[in-house]
């Protein structure tokens, strides 16, 4: 197996002859739907070897017979067909179709070179496996936590996309305002917040937190400028839907901390503090279940919950 990989040196005559036959044969190596046949008995064979498409057999064959200058005669009347079952019946006609396939001596090592290349192999993969030891291994403790993360995920993440029916219906042409679409996630957040924490001990002053966080993205409305005619008439109607996709997701995401070990032991000024400053990132992380490179979309479901990254964008321009 190491004996047909080196052409020979670049000043050689025979190098142009060699590429011009190899570069004729190459596609067919790596085209998987062809299959690999050995030119020169038909056999199996594993690859380029001397130039040619050739099975183990024929290429330890052609490699004997050259570095041995053996010279053959055929028995017959020299044109025998070589087959798998009887390409030992005649060398020479055997010999003869390797070199009408194109194998070439040239391409042989030599014993010195056989060794090297040996040598060379064997320490690339005495190197590849120190860089396996020296890579960064997880401890148990981390295993775990990577468990108990991706675990967390699957309870709150639905990939049936059911609860999308329940929004705003998406409408992807029409008139809105941008007060009306305030208005809309405005709505659209009251509701995830009242409904995450309803169940906690502690939800009056999570409420009131995010709570402050709707007054504070309300104000910042209110002192924003009049829009103009043109915004007032232009835009799409996408965003009342897409208040409720926000609100569902943020409620996913509290749910996922919720199950994560210790959250719910820290304060809750600690775990709104969490949840405001990395909420965001969760959701499009966990979005990336449902998003396609093909066509640069999430599809959730049906056709009609397939977004593209224009819906979002002016989703964000209109508030």
Not at 302 to 319: A, I, R, S, T, W
């Amino acid at each position: 197996m190491f004996d047909s990989v080196s052409p020979p040196p670049p000043s050689s005559p025979i190098v142009m002859e060699s590429a011009i036959s190899t570069s004729t044969q190459v596609p067919d190596e790596f085209d998987r739907n062809v299959p690999r046949i050995c030119g020169v008995c038909g056999d199996k064979a594993t690859g380029f070897h001397f130039n040619a498409m050739t099975c183990e057999g024929c290429k330890g064959f052609f490699r004997r017979s050259m570095k041995r200058k053996a010279s053959f005669t055929c028995p017959f009347n020299g044109s025998c067909t070589i087959t798998k079952d009887n390409r030992r019946h005649c060398q020479a006609c055997r010999l003869k179709r390797c070199l009408d396939i194109g194998m070439m001596k040239e391409f042989i090592l030599t014993d010195e070179e056989v060794q090297r290349k040996k040598e060379l192999i064997q320490r690339r993969k005495v190197e590849e496996a120190q860089r396996e030891v020296q890579k960064p291994q997880l401890s148990e403790e981390q295993r775990s936590i990577i468990d108990t993360l991706v675990d967390a995920h699957h309870k709150t993440y639905d990939d049936s996309y059911s609860d999308f029916s329940r929004f705003r219906p998406p409408v992807r042409e029409g008139p809105v305002t941008r007060s009306a679409s305030r208005a809309a996630s405005l709505h659209s957040l009251s509701d995830a917040s009242s409904n995450s924490f309803s169940h906690s001990p502690e939800s009056g002053d999570r409420k009131m937190n995010l709570s402050n966080m709707l007054m504070m993205y309300q104000e910042q409305g209110l002192n924003s400028s009049p829009d103009s005619k043109e915004d007032e008439g232009t835009g799409l109607s996408m965003l009342p839907h897409l208040a409720d996709l926000v609100s569902y997701s943020i409620q996913k995401v509290i749910g996922f901390a919720k199950t994560i070990p210790g959250f719910r032991e820290l304060t809750a000024e600690d775990q709104i503090a969490l949840l405001k400053s990395s909420a965001i990132e969760v959701i499009m992380l966990r979005s990336n279940q449902s998003f396609s490179l093909e066509d640069m979309s999430w599809s959730c479901g049906g056709p009609e919950f397939k977004y593209c990254v224009n819906d979002f964008k002016l989703h964000m321009h209109q508030v």
